[in-house]
């Protein structure tokens, strides 16, 4: 069964920042997703800050559960910080979310 960057971003969205209760993916800290004929999954994201104390659990985390998908081959997770992370990168039902919290 080949694995889809649908599948990925779908395990993905397990993977939460422990400092702010939204998944990587909602926060838009998934830069790119790969995945070749070998199911191997090779994976682009960012933190919202390069100082950020949480990036070597949040990127272990990640590639952890990207491991535990059925079939998947060789997975590399990248810390990449280019293009610098933004809130306009938040997905927009998160930010559907703070807005009615704030009312």
């Known amino acids: 069964m080949q694995i889809t960057k649908e599948d990925v971003l779908s395990a993905l969205s397990e993977v ?11 926060m838009g800290l998934i830069y790119k997703i790969d995945v070749d004929p070998d199911n191997n999954v090779d994976v682009d994201m ?8 949480m ?11 990207i491991e535990k998908m059925d079939g998947v081959g060789k997975v590399k997770v990248n810390l990449v ?3 610098p992370w933004s809130p306009d990168m938040i997905s927009q039902k998160i930010k559907d979310r703070l807005l009615k919290d704030e009312e």
């Open 81 to 83: 910080w280019d293009p």
């Open 16 to 26: 939460y920042d422990p400092e702010i209760p939204v998944s990587i993916v909602d």
């Open 46 to 53: 960012t933190m919202t800050t390069k100082g950020c104390p």
């Open 55 to 65: 990036h070597s659990m949040i990127t272990y985390q990640a590639q952890k559960r």
